[in-house]
């Protein structure tokens, strides 16, 4: 029996669900089949049974660590708004390497890309740039205010900010990861920004 409402995954923190044993005796495409036709258990136990495999494919394929954490994360998110992409036609571990590989690519091209505008600005405004310790200071404080606004809104919309403006899932993919209606997660992001926004404008201000 199921001891807890909710996905097995959480944004930030590991969950475990206590499955019926005959979901551990199915085959994977027996579970991806049982998972697309509803089956919210039957979903938990194929994350369950590849998320330690995901987790060491991510710290293998990324050298930051906190890089190959988000990695891991998201790839289990998209098994979970994608496996409908599975069409059987091959392994399912054979499907979900793939997956695992095209995020920490994306990945790994958005930490470049992060680098590489932090070069140029260095070097176009030197003033502005990562040489400057006011600025690095600076940085580093807006930074620090927006992980704790971040964790002032609820989990639900954390969690829905998140997926939505940082990792750039749809909101119908976000309505089927969490599983609330697509006009659900559309409000708690909306409202979630509008927080985030008034709050800022407070610490600029102050």
């Known amino acids: 029996m199921q001891t807890r409402e909710g996905p097995l995954w959480q944004l930030g923190e590991t969950v475990?669900?206590?499955?019926?044993?005959?979901?551990a005796?199915?085959?994977?495409?027996?579970?991806?089949?049982?998972?697309?036709?509803?089956?919210?258990?039957a979903l938990d136990a194929l994350i369950e049974r590849y998320a330690a495999k995901v987790s060491r494919m991510t710290a293998r394929l990324l050298d930051d660590i906190e890089d190959a954490r988000d990695a891991a994360q998201e790839s289990l998110l998209k098994v979970s708004v994608r496996l409908r992409q599975f069409r059987g036609d091959a392994l399912f571990s054979t499907w979900l390497h793939r997956l695992v590989?095209?995020?920490?690519?994306?990945?790994?091209?958005?930490?470049?890309?992060?680098q590489a505008e932090s070069l140029e600005t260095a070097v176009n405004d030197p003033a502005d740039g990562a040489s400057d310790p006011s600025r690095l200071a600076q940085v580093a404080d807006l930074r620090r205010e927006i992980t704790q606004q971040l964790?002032?809104?609820s989990v639900e919309q954390r969690q829905m900010l998140v997926l939505r403006d940082a990792l750039g899932f749809s909101y119908e993919e976000i309505a089927r990861a969490l599983r609330v209606p697509v006009g659900?997660?559309?409000s708690y992001v909306h409202r979630a920004r509008l927080i985030l926004q008034a709050n800022l404008e407070e610490?600029?201000?102050a």
């Not at 475990?16 to 979901?23: D, E, G, K, M, N």
């Not at 199915?26 to 919210?40: E, H, I, K």
């Open 203 to 205: 610490y600029a201000t």
């Open 151 to 153: 964790a002032r809104l």
């Open 184 to 186: 659900t997660a559309k």
């Open 25 to 41: 005796r199915l085959s994977d495409a027996d579970l991806a089949d049982r998972a697309n036709d509803g089956d919210q258990l």
């Open 16 to 23: 475990r669900t206590v499955l019926p044993s005959a979901y």
């Open 101 to 114: 590989v095209n995020t920490c690519r994306d990945i790994g091209a958005r930490q470049q890309i992060r």
